[in-house]
């Protein structure tokens, strides 16, 4: 069965950091491009990054310069490093996976930014 499972999300100060993992099995994990979304209570969900199977990344404008995502294919992980956070930031962050028509979803690790 195909598995993604988000880690690492939890309560930080405004201005804090914090790395998500997602971890996936039951897929060819290189292949795949690789993305985190987050949503906030009444909100829609919003992609917050991207990366390709060949490594190319896009952020959305609001986490631009305070995001970073990358992964590891020989650890089938995606990671979202995010520095600077602000309470905006504040969503349950999800992990997908996409290839062609193949579209899997974790089930999404809270974080909340506040003091």
């Known amino acids: 069965q195909v598995r993604l499972v988000e880690s690492g999300g939890g309560l930080v100060q405004p201005g804090g950091s914090l790395r998500l993992s997602c971890a996936a099995s039951g897929i060819i994990f290189s292949i795949y491009t690789m993305a985190w979304y987050r949503q906030a209570p009444g909100n829609q969900r919003e992609l917050v990054a991207t990366i390709t199977s060949r490594g190319s990344t896009n952020y959305a404008d609001s986490v631009k310069g305070r995001f970073t995502i990358s992964r590891n294919n020989a650890k089938n992980t995606v990671y979202l490093e995010m520095n600077s956070l602000q309470p905006e930031d504040t969503a349950v962050y999800y992990c997908?996976?996409?290839?062609?028509?193949?579209?899997?979803w974790g089930q999404g690790t809270q974080v909340t930014v506040s003091s």
């Open positions: 997908n996976a996409k290839f062609y028509n193949d579209d899997y």
